[in-house]
C-alpha cells in the first residue's frame, strides 16, 4: 500500500502564505484604527481610573499622591453620592419609560397613512434638532411663573396649589429636566423605531388579518417580536447616554435646590471643575462606570436569552 503525504515543492511555503494573508494582514490593516482607538479612549480611561487611587486635588498639589481605596472610602460614606446614585436613577428611568412609550407611540402612528404625514413627521423630529443648551433654556423659562406659562396651566388644573417655580421646589424640581428630556428624546425612539416597523413584511399582517386576528393580536404577535432587537439595543444606548446626560440638568437647575437634582455625572463636573478634586471626580465616575457596565451586561444577557435574533 503506497501512503501518499505532501511533501510537493512549495507546499510549506504556500501554506505560510495563506496563513499570513488570512489570519495577520487584516489586522495590519486595523492596526491605524486600533491605535487611535487607544489613543483617544483607552489612555484616557486607564488614566481616569489611575486617578481614582491617588490624590489629585489643584488647589492641595503639596498632599498630591497615592491613595489607595481610600477615596472608595470616602465615596462609601458619602451621602451626597447615595443622593446623587438615587436621583441618577429616577432621571435616568423616568426619562427611559416616558421617551421610549411616546416614541412608539408616535412610531406607529407615523407608520401608518394619513393627510399630512410629511409635515407631522418633521414636527416631531423638530425638538432632536434643537441645541441641549437652547432646550433646556425653553423649558426653564416654560417653569418660570413670571414669564412661563406651565405653572399657571397646572394651578389651573389643581396640579399645584397655586403657580409657582417648580425647579426650586426639591421634592418636584428632578421633574423638570425630565420633562424637558422626554421632549428632547422622543424622536430619537420614533425614528429608530419607525425604521425598524417599515422592515417589517406587510405579508404578515394581511395574513393575520386573514386569520382574523385583532390588532392587539397583531401587535403583540408580529410588531413587537419584529421590534424587541431593536428595542433591546435602543433602550440601552439610550439608558448609558441619559445617565451620562448633564447638560439639562445643569442648566436648568445647577444640581439644586439642596442637590435634589444632582446626579452622578452633574456630581462629577462639579467635583472636578469647582473644588478642582479630580482624584475624587474620577472615584464618581468609576463608580458610575461600573454600575452603567453591569447595567450593559445584564440587557445584553437578557437580549440573547429572550430574544430571538
Same mark, same amino acid.
Given at each position: 500500500?503506497?501512503?501518499?503525504?505532501?511533501?510537493?515543492?512549495?507546499?510549506?511555503?504556500?501554506? $505560510?502564505? !495563506?496563513? =499570513?494573508?488570512? /489570519?495577520?494582514? +487584516?489586522?495590519?490593516?486595523?492596526? @491605524?484604527?486600533? *491605535?487611535?482607538?487607544?489613543?483617544?479612549?483607552?489612555?484616557?480611561?486607564?488614566?481616569?481610573?489611575?486617578?481614582?487611587?491617588?490624590?489629585?486635588?489643584?488647589?492641595?498639589?503639596?498632599?498630591?499622591?497615592?491613595?489607595?481605596?481610600?477615596?472608595?472610602?470616602?465615596?462609601?460614606?458619602?451621602?451626597?453620592?447615595?443622593?446623587?446614585?438615587?436621583?441618577?436613577?429616577?432621571?435616568?428611568?423616568?426619562?427611559?419609560?416616558?421617551?421610549?412609550?411616546?416614541?412608539?407611540?408616535?412610531?406607529?402612528?407615523?407608520?401608518?397613512?394619513?393627510?399630512?404625514?410629511?409635515?407631522?413627521?418633521?414636527?416631531?423630529?423638530?425638538?432632536?434638532?434643537?441645541?441641549?443648551?437652547? $432646550?433646556? !433654556?425653553? =423649558?426653564?423659562? /416654560?417653569?418660570? +411663573?413670571?414669564?412661563?406659562?406651565? @405653572?399657571?396651566? *397646572?394651578?389651573?388644573?389643581?396640579?399645584?396649589?397655586?403657580?409657582?417655580?417648580?425647579?426650586?421646589?426639591?421634592?418636584?424640581?428632578?421633574?423638570?429636566?425630565?420633562?424637558?428630556?422626554?421632549?428632547?428624546?422622543?424622536?430619537?425612539?420614533?425614528?429608530?423605531?419607525?425604521?425598524?416597523?417599515?422592515?417589517?413584511?406587510?405579508?404578515?399582517?394581511?395574513?393575520?388579518?386573514?386569520?382574523?386576528?385583532?390588532?392587539?393580536?397583531?401587535?403583540?404577535?408580529?410588531?413587537?417580536?419584529?421590534?424587541?432587537?431593536?428595542?433591546?439595543?435602543?433602550?440601552?444606548?439610550?439608558?448609558?447616554?441619559?445617565?451620562?446626560?448633564?447638560?439639562?440638568?445643569?442648566?436648568?437647575?445647577?444640581?439644586?435646590?439642596?442637590?435634589?437634582?444632582?446626579?452622578?455625572?452633574?456630581?462629577?463636573?462639579?467635583?472636578?471643575?469647582?473644588?478642582?478634586?479630580?482624584?475624587?471626580?474620577?472615584?464618581?465616575?468609576?463608580?458610575?462606570?461600573?454600575?452603567?457596565?453591569?447595567?450593559?451586561?445584564?440587557?445584553?444577557?437578557?437580549?440573547?436569552?429572550?430574544?430571538?435574533?
Amino acid at each position: 500500500m503506497t501512503t501518499f503525504t505532501n511533501k510537493a515543492p512549495g507546499g510549506t511555503r504556500a501554506r $505560510t502564505s !495563506l496563513y =499570513w494573508r488570512y /489570519l495577520v494582514e +487584516p489586522y495590519l490593516y486595523l492596526t @491605524p484604527a486600533i *491605535l487611535l482607538i487607544a489613543l483617544v479612549m483607552l489612555f484616557p480611561l486607564i488614566v481616569g481610573i489611575s486617578y481614582s487611587f491617588q490624590t489629585v486635588n489643584l488647589l492641595h498639589l503639596d498632599k498630591g499622591g497615592w491613595a489607595g481605596l481610600s477615596n472608595y472610602a470616602d465615596l462609601w460614606a458619602d451621602r451626597k453620592f447615595w443622593l446623587a446614585l438615587e436621583n441618577t436613577l429616577v432621571w435616568t428611568f423616568g426619562s427611559v419609560f416616558f421617551q421610549f412609550t411616546l416614541g412608539l407611540g408616535l412610531a406607529l402612528l407615523l407608520n401608518t397613512r394619513f393627510p399630512g404625514r410629511r409635515v407631522f413627521q418633521a414636527l416631531v423630529f423638530l425638538p432632536w434638532a434643537v441645541p441641549t443648551f437652547l $432646550t433646556a !433654556l425653553i =423649558w426653564a423659562w /416654560l417653569f418660570n +411663573p413670571v414669564i412661563g406659562p406651565l @405653572p399657571h396651566w *397646572l394651578a389651573a388644573v389643581g396640579a399645584l396649589s397655586e403657580p409657582y417655580n417648580i425647579l426650586g421646589d426639591p421634592e418636584l424640581a428632578i421633574w423638570g429636566p425630565i420633562t424637558a428630556n422626554i421632549w428632547y428624546g422622543v424622536p430619537f425612539f420614533a425614528i429608530t423605531l419607525l425604521a425598524a416597523l417599515q422592515s417589517i413584511p406587510s405579508e404578515l399582517y394581511e395574513a393575520a388579518e386573514i386569520d382574523g386576528a385583532t390588532a392587539w393580536q397583531s401587535f403583540t404577535k408580529i410588531t413587537l417580536p419584529f421590534l424587541a432587537p431593536m428595542i433591546a439595543i435602543t433602550v440601552m444606548l439610550r439608558t448609558i447616554w441619559i445617565a451620562n446626560f448633564a447638560d439639562l440638568i445643569f442648566i436648568m437647575t445647577a444640581g439644586g435646590p439642596a442637590n435634589s437634582t444632582q446626579i452622578l455625572s452633574t456630581y462629577v463636573f462639579t467635583t472636578a471643575f469647582k473644588k478642582l478634586d479630580f482624584g475624587y471626580a474620577s472615584t464618581i465616575a468609576v463608580a458610575l462606570l461600573g454600575l452603567l457596565f453591569i447595567y450593559a451586561a445584564l440587557v445584553l444577557a437578557l437580549r440573547r436569552k429572550f430574544v430571538k435574533v
